[in-house]
């Protein structure tokens, strides 16, 4: 069946290593961001998640950082192991108007992990 | 416990018919999404939720319906099914938490062919 990978860009990693994946967002008055994953097959699954409010966060082997003058997010994850081979998304809230708020998506980056 | 359920999980279409993808959540989330993803394109939002008996239009609305008579349910209407609406589909839920948007829970998903 068709990957929801194909044509995506893609970093390959060696087992053990960091990624870095990056993710550039739209709207300068976006307040919430979150990076999904995505395995074959399967719907996309919460990582983390950052306000505005805050230039970085942490969780178990990932971090997300948050620059709101450039208006770019990034997920690093710290030794990568074969089962974080997936697409990663990115994701703004957008607050269409006052109580509704929509979640934009980027295109995705594909993570593929060596052993 | 089951989350975001959807069904079908599989359909195939001729152009012209109609059906319904039916979105479950048993979480009592506010907020219920409809996505579209292709590949290459990220998830796309077809129309979204912000409460029982409300909706609103998403990204790439045309060709679609949706209804929320029920807060835990999400209905996803193709009048007349064309093509280009090949795809797989997701539906999503979250909910407000102190006035601010939180992450979505995604559904499996339900892949359509339109033939």
């Known amino acids: 069946g068709e990957s929801v990978g194909l044509h995506l860009p893609t970093l390959s990693v060696q087992e053990g290593d960091n990624s870095i994946i990056n993710c550039a967002y739209s709207n300068s008055a976006s307040d919430y961001f979150i990076w999904y994953k995505q395995e074959s097959g399967k719907g996309p699954q919460f990582i983390i998640d950052?306000?505005?409010?805050?230039d970085k966060r942490q969780g178990q082997r990932v971090t997300v950082l948050l620059n709101k003058t450039v208006k770019h997010l990034s997920l690093q994850i710290a030794a990568t192991q074969p089962g974080d081979s997936a697409v990663y998304f990115c994701a703004e809230n957008i607050e269409e108007t006052e109580g509704n708020n929509r979640l934009a998506f980027g295109k995705g980056n594909q993570v593929v992990v060596i052993p | 416990n089951a989350g975001v359920t959807q069904t079908p999980k599989f359909r195939v279409l001729k152009t012209g018919q109609s059906m319904t993808l039916l979105c479950a959540q048993d979480?009592?989330?506010?907020?219920m999404y409809w996505y579209r993803q292709d590949p290459g394109m990220g998830l796309r939002l077809i129309h979204y939720?912000?409460?029982?008996?409300?909706?609103a239009k998403g990204e790439v609305p045309d060709g679609y319906n949706v209804s929320r008579l029920k807060k835990q349910n999400f209905l996803l209407g193709l009048e007349s099914a064309a093509p280009s609406q090949t795809s797989v589909y997701f539906c999503?839920?979250?909910?407000?938490?102190?006035?601010?948007?939180?992450?979505?829970?995604f559904g499996q998903g339900t892949r359509l062919t339109v033939v």
């Open positions: 950052i306000r505005s409010n805050m």
């Open positions: 979480m009592n989330h506010e907020y």
């Open positions: 999503a839920s979250s909910y407000p938490h102190g006035g601010l948007n939180t992450e979505a829970f």
């Open positions: 939720s912000v409460g029982e008996g409300t909706t």
